[in-house]
Antibody, heavy 119, light 108 residues
Framework: QVQLVESGGGLVKPGGSLRLSCAAS????????MSWVRQAPGKGLEWVSH????????SYADSVKGRFTISRDNSRKSLYLQMDSLRVEDTAVYYC????????????WGQGTLVTVSS | EIVLTQSPGTLSLSAGERATLSCRAS???????LAWYQQKPGQAPKLLIY???SRATGIPDRFSGSGSGTDFTLTISRLEPEDFAVYYC?????????FGQGTKLEIK
């Protein structure tokens, strides 16, 4: 059974940093593209970043480009999101999500981890 | 960036009724790359429909998707109590992938 478990969320001041992790199990992690998708409180879904199965292809939303860094460790079956220069508007639940490749939907999601950016 | 506009924002219906949710794109989207998700409070989104009309694994056949170009529709033929939730459409045809703002399906 596919499981994606996010961790690392919490309260951070504007300008601060946080590193999110997503532990995967129940599937061959190294075969799949992985993404981070966020949801601000009471709002809709926003794609943040994705990384190819090998880690060689990476893309970011304009809203986080230059501040966030996605990475993965296939040996540890883990996905990461390093978030620097955090802003109040980055406050959201961050989900990791799995997809087969670009051009496919997200067929599995984690339960999410809440990041709150506030002074 | 392709903007997806969902309507209505909120839909109030009773169990047993038919629900029709709309997703309109600001430019043409290949039907191969249009999905629908269901999200219940405190839960992650769940994939319902992909490729505009294909049901994901385990999704009941009362859920159906249709459309092409810029207009797509999610239909729930007979609402069950567990169907009351928020529904999002997503396009993954062009970068960046985008989601609609959601339609809340509430009990009347």
């Amino acid at each position: 059974q596919v499981q994606l478990v996010e961790s690392g969320g919490g309260l951070v001041k504007p300008g601060g940093s946080l590193r999110l992790s997503c532990a995967a199990s129940g599937f061959t992690f190294s075969d799949y593209y992985m993404s981070w998708v966020r949801q601000a409180p009471g709002k809709g879904l926003e794609w943040v970043s994705h990384i190819s199965s090998s880690g060689k292809s990476i893309s970011y939303a304009d809203s986080v480009k230059g501040r966030f860094t996605i990475s993965r460790d296939n040996s540890r079956k883990s996905l990461y999101l390093q978030m620097d220069s955090l802003r109040v508007e980055d406050t959201a639940v961050y989900y990791c999500a799995k997809r087969t490749a670009l051009g496919t939907p997200y067929n599995d999601w984690g339960q999410g981890t809440l990041v709150t950016v506030s002074s | 960036e392709i903007v997806l506009t969902q309507s209505p924002g909120t839909l109030s219906l009773s169990a047993g009724e038919r629900a029709t949710l709309s997703c309109r794109a600001s430019q043409s989207v290949s039907s191969t790359y249009l999905a629908w998700y269901q999200q219940k409070p405190g839960q992650a989104p769940k994939l319902l429909i992909y490729g505009a009309s294909s049901r994901a694994t385990g999704i009941p056949d009362r859920f159906s998707g249709s459309g092409s170009g810029t207009d797509f529709t999610l239909t729930i033929s007979r609402l069950e109590p567990e169907d009351f939730a928020v529904y999002y459409c997503q396009q993954y045809d062009s970068s960046p992938q985008t989601f609609g703002q959601g339609t809340k399906l509430e009990i009347k």
